[in-house]
């Protein structure tokens, strides 16, 4: 009987592998560390805002934005909530039209669209967007060298000769 009872017993217990099964309280070693507050990634942004400024003439920047930091004004294009390709699209138009980027971006959404603003100022809706289409990939394959290296903080770059050909001599 009492054989019985310790295998009902165990085939009653649950199993072991849901008893471990994380439950949000749990305590670690870092737990009663101090630690940092989160941060948005803004790396990607401020990366395209300097890429697409270097994909395009200052002329034509200075122009557009009528700033002499188009880089700041395009950041805040995209914060604002315009895509990269319709900034670059909105970029060309103004370009063309000899309207302030300003003026475009409030008219926006009053036009239903870009195609509805492009067709506003006379202008080709489709030939623009494609154009922007390769300014943005233009840009974004200059993306790299504007975004912050990780590892640069941490490389320890060494003055001394220790290993050249006149240690040897």
């Known amino acids: 009987m009492r054989l019985l009872t310790a295998w009902v017993l165990f085939l009653i217990l649950p199993p072991p592998a849901p008893a471990q099964v994380f439950l949000g309280a749990e305590m ?3 737990s009663f560390l101090r630690s940092d507050a989160a941060k948005i990634d803004t790396a990607g942004e401020d990366a395209f805002a300097w890429a697409l400024s270097s994909e ?3 002329s034509t920047l200075y122009a557009v934005f ?3 930091a188009p880089e700041r004004e395009i950041l805040k ?3 604002a909530g315009i895509y990269r390709q319709e900034l670059a699209a909105l970029l060309l138009l103004s370009g063309q039209t000899s309207v302030p980027l300003k003026k475009l971006s409030a008219e926006l959404p009053k036009a239903g669209g870009f195609s509805g603003l492009a067709k506003k100022h006379k202008a ?3 030939s623009i967007f494609e154009a922007a289409g390769a300014l943005k990939a ?3 394959q200059r993306l790299p060298f504007f975004l912050e290296s990780p590892y640069a903080g941490s ?3 060494s003055t001394s000769a220790a290993g050249s050909d ?3 001599k």
């Open 77 to 79: 294009y995209l914060r």
């Open 155 to 157: 490389v320890r770059v």
């Open 138 to 140: 233009a840009a974004d």
């Open 56 to 58: 395009v003439s200052s």
């Open 66 to 68: 009528e700033s002499t």
């Open 166 to 168: 006149y240690e040897n």
């Open 28 to 30: 670690g070693p870092d």
């Open 124 to 126: 080709d809706a489709m």
